[in-house]
């Protein structure tokens, strides 16, 4: 006779994990979109930021079916985090500052057409940290091997023991997890300041291919920006950061993350065919 006892143990434990996860679950609506999000601290709401509508009123729906309006505090199309203000008095989730181990189980937890939802899978990548296409720094990269529906996303991703480790985000043909650090780091900044400080040069740049490696001609100059001030010019090649050669126009960018606001950097240029070299300090990309 086959003994079920371990697989019905396993049941139970996964419905005690998702029953004491789901109170802090909320369907966002915005414009002709539905996604998932949950309490991150009281009043305030993490969702995920691509699922957000860029116009238009944004509602969340309870648990218990009742809706509110809520506001946005601050997004970041980088990290894929939104962060919402509600009136709602949901207890907040406790994150978890682990990452999950590569095979474990993972159970993600979320809404679904204004109905609480639950998806089993497991970790298939768990490695180092990342930047986004966008350029965000991710703590760690995470994959799910499981299923999401788009009014899913946002959704809380649970170890076996109900810990908290992430934010379930639908990827190119895979299921991504912001990682707890990120959202703690991110919706911090966003909560206090209403977006995400950005390095700034104060450049418009052109790959250009030379005899000995890659540089960056500047094709305009922000005449208010960091570079100008520093004495680069519209024309200049730039060769080098901080005594690294340039490997291309991205790299640079990508190094222009919220840590370097306010660093001064050694950039080495071409002008005319002499070198020539100057301290900028990277200031704050100002709002669009």
Same mark, same amino acid.
């Given at each position: 006779?086959?003994?079920?006892?371990?697989?019905?143990?396993?049941?139970?434990?996964?419905?005690?994990?998702?029953?004491?996860?789901?109170?802090?679950?909320?369907?966002?609506?915005?414009?002709?979109?539905?996604?998932?999000?949950?309490?991150?601290?009281?009043?305030?709401?993490?969702?995920?930021?691509?699922?957000?509508?860029?116009?238009?009123?944004?509602?969340?729906?309870?648990?218990?079916?009742?809706?509110?309006?809520?506001?946005?505090?601050?997004?970041?199309?980088?990290? +894929?985090?939104?962060?919402?203000?509600?009136?709602?008095?949901?207890?907040?989730?406790?994150?978890?500052?682990?990452?999950?181990?590569?095979?474990?189980?993972?159970?993600?937890?979320?809404?679904?057409?204004?109905?609480?939802?639950?998806?089993?899978?497991?970790?298939?990548?768990?490695?180092?940290?990342?930047?986004?296409?966008?350029?965000? #720094?991710?703590?760690?990269?995470? #994959?799910?091997?499981?299923?999401?529906?788009?009014?899913?996303?946002?959704?809380?991703?649970?170890?076996?023991?109900?810990?908290?480790?992430?934010?379930?985000?639908?990827?190119?043909?895979?299921?991504?997890?912001?990682?707890?650090?990120?959202? #703690?780091?991110?919706?911090?900044?966003?909560?206090?300041?209403?977006?995400?400080?950005?390095?700034?040069?104060?450049?418009?740049?052109?790959?250009?291919?030379?005899?000995?490696?890659?540089?960056?001609?500047?094709?305009?100059?922000?005449?208010?920006?960091?570079?100008?001030?520093?004495?680069?010019?519209?024309?200049?090649?730039?060769?080098?950061?901080?005594?690294?050669?340039?490997?291309? !126009?991205?790299?640079?960018?990508?190094?222009?993350?919220?840590?370097?606001?306010?660093?001064?950097? +050694? !950039?080495?240029?071409?002008?005319?065919?002499?070198?020539?070299?100057?301290? !900028?300090?990277?200031?704050?990309?100002? #709002?669009?």
């Amino acid at each position: 006779m086959t003994d079920f006892t371990p697989l019905t143990s396993l049941s139970s434990a996964l419905a005690d994990v998702v029953a004491r996860i789901a109170p802090s679950l909320v369907s966002v609506h915005s414009h002709r979109s539905r996604s998932t999000g949950f309490v991150w601290k009281p009043g305030l709401i993490v969702t995920a930021d691509e699922a957000l509508a860029d116009e238009g009123d944004v509602q969340i729906v309870l648990a218990d079916g009742s809706t509110t309006a809520a506001t946005i505090v601050g997004r970041d199309h980088t990290t +894929d985090i939104a962060l919402l203000r509600a009136e709602t008095t949901i207890a907040p989730v406790k994150l978890a500052t682990t990452v999950p181990a590569l095979g474990t189980l993972s159970v993600v937890v979320a809404t679904n057409r204004d109905a609480q939802s639950a998806a089993l899978g497991i970790v298939s990548v768990s490695g180092k940290s990342w930047r986004s296409l966008r350029g965000g #720094e991710i703590d760690a990269r995470i #994959e799910l091997d499981v299923r999401l529906r788009p009014s899913q996303e946002g959704g809380l991703a649970l170890d076996a023991s109900g810990a908290a480790f992430g934010m379930a985000v639908l990827g190119p043909r895979r299921v991504l997890v912001i990682p707890t650090a990120t959202i #703690e780091r991110v919706a911090a900044q966003l909560e206090t300041r209403g977006r995400i400080a950005r390095g700034y040069l104060g450049l418009g740049l052109q790959p250009l291919r030379l005899d000995d490696g890659i540089g960056a001609m500047v094709m305009n100059v922000d005449k208010a920006g960091p570079a100008a001030t520093a004495g680069i010019r519209q024309g200049d090649v730039i060769v080098a950061v901080n005594d690294q050669k340039l490997s291309g !126009v991205r790299a640079l960018l990508r190094t222009l993350g919220p840590a370097s606001v306010g660093q001064v950097i +050694d !950039v080495a240029i071409r002008r005319g065919g002499e070198p020539a070299s100057f301290k !900028v300090t990277i200031g704050e990309r100002p #709002e669009a």
